[in-house]
């Protein structure tokens, strides 16, 4: 393989990286306070991405209010499947709400399909985006520099969200100990409800950069991705937002590697996030930047 | 008292033996195609559901796999029960691999050896999964489900790859699928009643009270772990039986949230439970297709009705048995003559509005 070629797969391997930290954020952060595997995450991006469509296509919003209304949207259908199926369940042996998430996940894709029909749309093109930029011998499409970027830039808002803020310390304060930050007066319900909308947004923001690059939207595309960004933030370290993000590189940029230099692999594709997954449980099953935590008697 | 109370049980026990197998001789005697296919269904998703709730229900764990160990026991009947001379029709993409082309066996042992296969892959993967906890146990298992079907789609001269195989030679009588349904609830009621299965409670319970009252953890999940996936792998065989095509998609794990369905809707840990639920859900999954129909009442019509309405309705039913009956129909509780005579009136009500439900959704 020469360098040019290698470049080519390493700037791919970037951009799909990078989509899959941003959804890999929602899971880590609603998994640090919930101590929940959201299911239905992957299918809030779907959505996500059918708001997008839609708001450009039937409602012809220009591009950068569309982008807002997306994320606010999706914010708030974050925080009402978290107050609908959740909540009620707050106090409820922890099977029973990973069988909610389940639940939501399948009535989402179901009514997508009921809604929106099953045949895959194609997302509005941005010519400017899906344009390439030359770097001598490597054409790169300019949606794939700005993915990065805008990843980067999420985190450090959201880093600083968690760090510098009032809300941002209740979140490190209910994920510590749920109980004693609510006897502290912390309206847990609030914060956590926050907690989706920010997850939800960021999904909604990667769902928007993911169609302008794949283009296809169907009701059944939340489903892997949700799956492999989940496996993200568990090998970057469940509920470290900076470990998903370098989980969603990781595993973006294995899995685009694999294929490039073992084409025989093309079809084993999606395995390989599973693989990573077993041996990160395995090896380190707190990732890599995960605390250790001891279960109590 | 309590010999006389036997003896009364054993004379119940018996008429209602008699009546199941009446019954059953009458619906394969009489009954269509269609009625017995469903029949057929409700037996498999019956022990797809057992199998789960061997594992999530009685054991405590938290599995997901389902759909992966019965994609192999599907498989292995379809290998090796399609009729030689039809095989380079099926695999016309890329014959089939030579060492295995020529193998034939018929539906039983084929059967047998699906479940052995997912039992030993069950055996293979319960290695590094059971050492899992809550969620992690789930996510790794329905990864490797994921994987399986994977190798699955992958694996052109043994599986045909997506083309899936067709030409199984199916059956259109009941016996089969009901009798290992029959076969699985007595087996599981033997496990539950035995000393293996009150250490599978005791883990369910309390992980650590388990362990320190002697009961070898790695040792019991593994156990559970890998008659479940027999169970599954049987349970996949006899699909493959009954549709007499298979292909990889028919196996994503979304699949399993059916099976998920079934055992939280008849109660976590309830044998009984399991069994009535999946006669429900089979037979409510089927009369919910006018849902995907266009309805038109009184005139007018009904837009809400089309394709894909009815896994809506599905799916908000889930969300309904979870959110607001939690412990399903059983919680962990068996059907049994004392339960009916104590709450008699409760039982005959539900009965008498179950009975109809079968058969309406039956003569369809």
Redesign the interface.
């Given at each position: 393989m020469d360098f040019p070629t290698f470049f080519q797969h390493l700037s791919n391997g970037i951009s799909l990286g990078s989509l899959y930290a941003l959804i890999a954020v929602g899971y880590t952060m609603v998994y640090g306070i919930l101590?929940?595997?959201n299911f239905a995450h992957g299918d809030i991006f779907m959505m996500a991405m059918y708001f997008a469509f839609f708001s450009i296509t039937l409602f012809h919003l220009p591009w950068y209010i569309a982008i807002v209304v997306v994320i606010l949207i999706t914010s708030v259908l974050g925080m009402l499947i978290e107050a609908a199926?959740y909540r009620?369940?707050r106090d409820?042996p922890?099977?029973?709400v990973?069988?909610?998430a389940?639940?939501?996940s399948?009535?989402l894709?179901?009514?997508a399909?009921?809604i929106f029909?099953?045949k895959p749309k194609s997302f509005p093109e941005f010519t400017y985006m899906t344009s390439t930029v030359q770097f001598g011998p490597v054409s790169v499409q300019r949606v794939s520099l700005l993915t990065p970027v805008v990843t980067l830039a999420a985190l450090a808002i959201l880093l600083y969200i968690i760090n510098r803020t009032k809300l941002g310390m209740a979140m490190r304060a209910v994920s510590k100990d749920y109980e004693t930050a609510r006897v502290m007066g912390i309206k847990i319900n609030r914060v956590i409800a926050a907690t989706f909308a920010i997850g939800s947004g960021l999904a909604a923001i990667g769902a928007i950069m993911w169609g302008v690059k794949y283009i296809r939207i169907e009701p059944m595309m939340g489903?892997m991705p949700g799956?492999k960004c989940?496996?993200a933030a568990?090998i970057g370290g469940i509920g470290n937002p900076v470990g998903a993000v370098l989980g969603g590189f990781i595993l973006g940029m294995g899995e685009v590697l694999l294929v490039a230099f073992i084409s025989q692999l093309t079809?084993?594709r999606?395995?390989f996030?599973?693989?990573a997954?077993?041996l990160v449980?395995?090896i380190r099953?707190t990732g890599i930047m995960g605390e250790k935590t001891t279960?109590k008697? | 008292m309590k010999k006389q109370y036997d003896k009364k049980r054993v004379v119940l026990n018996l008429i209602l033996i008699a009546a199941s197998v009446a019954l059953l001789i009458y619906a394969n005697e009489n009954m269509s195609f269609y009625s017995k296919r469903i029949i057929n269904l409700c037996a498999v998703y019956a022990i797809m559901g057992l199998s789960m709730n061997l594992i999530n229900g009685f054991t405590g764990m938290f599995s997901l796999g389902s759909a992966g160990f019965m994609a192999i026991g599907a498989y292995a009947v379809a290998i090796f029960t399609v009729p030689v001379d039809v095989r380079a029709e099926v695999f016309y993409l890329q014959p089939m691999w030579p060492l295995i082309a020529n193998i034939h066996i018929g539906f039983l042992p084929a059967m047998i050896l699906g479940g052995f296969l997912s039992a030993i892959a069950a055996f293979l993967i319960g290695f590094p999964v059971l050492r899992l906890r809550g969620d992690y146990l789930a996510i790794a298992t329905l990864g490797f489900s994921e994987i399986i079907r994977i190798a699955f789609t992958n694996l052109q001269t043994v599986t045909n790859g997506p083309l899936g195989i067709k030409y199984i030679p199916s059956f259109d009588e009941i016996w089969w699928p009901v009798g290992v349904a029959i076969v699985t609830t007595v087996f599981m009621f033997l496990l539950i009643k035995s000393t293996y299965g009150r250490a599978f409670k005791a883990i369910r319970e309390d992980e650590i009270a388990a362990e320190a009252m002697g009961i070898n953890l790695f040792k019991h999940k593994m156990l559970s772990f890998v008659i479940s996936g027999f169970m599954a792998g049987m349970g996949g065989a006899l699909m493959a039986g009954i549709l007499g095509t298979i292909d990889p998609k028919q196996f994503l794990f979304t699949l399993t949230y059916n099976f998920l369905l079934i055992i939280v809707l008849g109660g976590m840990g309830s044998i009984s439970g399991t069994i009535i639920s999946s006669v429900i859900v089979t037979a409510g999954l089927e009369w919910l297709r006018i849902a995907d129909e266009p309805m038109i009442m009184f005139g007018y019509h009904i837009p809400m009705f089309r394709p894909g309405f009815r896994m809506v309705v599905f799916s908000i039913l889930l969300m309904a048995i979870v959110l607001f009956f939690s412990k399903g129909l059983m919680g962990t509780k068996e059907l049994s003559w004392e339960l009916l005579g104590n709450w008699y009136k409760r039982q005959r009500a539900r009965f008498i509005k179950k009975d109809p439900s079968l058969k309406g959704g039956g003569s369809k």
């Open positions: 101590r929940l595997i199926a009620p369940l409820a922890k099977t029973s990973l069988i909610s389940i639940g939501v399948f009535l894709e179901n009514l399909t009921y029909s099953g489903v799956l989940f496996i568990v079809g084993w999606d395995a996030a599973f693989v997954l077993i449980l395995l099953p279960e008697v | -």
